[in-house]
């Protein structure tokens, strides 16, 4: 399942740097990847019965938790609150996926080869969309 999750979340990396700012934006991929390597790293941590939510990702968590709160007393448009609210708990948890994800299979190399990969792939696009060579 590890590996389907870094398939998703590489996918997605790819798609936040480089395509969406080439070809606009698709919520369906975005989401959609999101959720999948989501799914696939809550199924390993079920499998392997642990789920550390401890330093970094523990408090990525209990500031979003906070924010709700809190924003829910003084949000004056409760439909941009919750869409951002939204946006900050999907990226907090795409980031604990991707750190755990690094952490079981013990390298953080792949992450760093995607956005290799979409820096390359969006310097040479850049280049021949604007014809700059």
């Known amino acids: 399942m590890l590996k389907l999750g870094k398939v998703f979340f590489s996918t997605l990396i790819i798609y936040i740097l480089w395509f969406k700012e080439a070809f606009g934006n698709y919520p369906v991929i975005l989401y959609g990847t999101f959720m999948a390597g989501f799914m696939c790293t809550i199924a390993e941590m079920v499998y392997h019965q642990e789920i550390k939510?401890?330093?970094?990702?523990?408090?990525?968590?209990?500031?979003?938790?906070?924010?709700?709160?809190?924003?829910?007393?003084?949000?004056?448009y409760f439909a941009w609150f919750m869409s951002s609210m939204m946006t900050y708990f999907?990226?907090?948890?795409?980031?604990?996926c991707i750190y755990y994800i690094s952490h079981e299979t013990g390298s953080f190399d792949w992450v760093l080869d995607c956005i290799?990969?979409?820096?390359?792939?969006?310097?040479?696009?850049?280049?021949?969309?604007t014809n700059y060579h």
């Open 53 to 76: 939510v401890s330093g970094v990702p523990g408090m990525y968590i209990a500031f979003g938790v906070y924010s709700l709160i809190s924003g829910l007393l003084v949000a004056k």
């Open 90 to 96: 999907a990226f907090a948890l795409a980031c604990y």
């Open 116 to 129: 290799k990969l979409s820096a390359a792939v969006g310097y040479r696009h850049a280049g021949i969309c």
